[in-house]
């Protein structure tokens, strides 16, 4: 009864070392398709649409992963929080350009309501989102 019990035990503490070695991989088409996806499903866009969304946010992943390659290896200084902000801004904005091209007037502004949405919803569904202090957040009721 011991080595069975010690056999469980052992097996069940490798199993926890081994799914704690392993890491999720990147892959900017992963990343890509599910965005196109997405955009694909709230606007309801055309074959020539999906192509042009993939093609774009693929090209935006395989820049992400670059900048993080180069952020893990200490070569792109980090800023200020308000740098950081500006540059995310400038992003977004260039991207919404981006979609207003490849998407119809009323896609896009399909994809903003639903954003819009998306952000008053706050981070993974939570409570917050863009808000201000935390003590300006409705509080959760457990």
């Given at each position: 009864m011991k080595k069975i019990l010690f056999a469980i035990m052992a097996l069940a503490i490798s199993t926890c070392a081994f799914a704690?070695?392993?890491?999720?991989?990147?892959?900017?088409?992963?990343?890509?398709?599910?965005?196109a996806d997405r955009i694909k499903e709230t606007c309801k866009t055309n074959e020539k649409q999906d192509k042009a969304l993939y093609g774009y946010f693929l090209r935006q992943a395989k820049r992400q992963?670059?900048?993080?390659?180069?952020?893990?290896?200490?070569?792109?200084?980090?800023g200020n929080r308000e740098d950081?902000?500006?540059?995310?801004?400038?992003?977004?904005?260039?991207?919404?350009?981006?979609?207003?091209?490849?998407?119809?007037?009323e896609q896009f502004a399909t994809y903003e309501k639903a954003m819009q949405e998306m952000r008053n919803r706050g981070p993974r569904g939570g409570q917050g989102g863009q808000g201000g202090p935390r003590g300006d957040r409705p509080q959760r009721n457990n």
């Amino acid at each position: 009864m011991k080595k069975i019990l010690f056999a469980i035990m052992a097996l069940a503490i490798s199993t926890c070392a081994f799914a704690q070695g392993q890491r999720r991989e990147f892959k900017p088409e992963d990343m890509a398709k599910r965005q196109a996806d997405r955009i694909k499903e709230t606007c309801k866009t055309n074959e020539k649409q999906d192509k042009a969304l993939y093609g774009y946010f693929l090209r935006q992943a395989k820049r992400q992963q670059e900048e993080w390659a180069k952020m893990q290896q200490g070569e792109r200084p980090q800023g200020n929080r308000e740098d950081f902000r500006a540059e995310m801004e400038k992003r977004q904005k260039a991207q919404n350009d981006t979609l207003k091209t490849i998407l119809t007037k009323e896609q896009f502004a399909t994809y903003e309501k639903a954003m819009q949405e998306m952000r008053n919803r706050g981070p993974r569904g939570g409570q917050g989102g863009q808000g201000g202090p935390r003590g300006d957040r409705p509080q959760r009721n457990n």
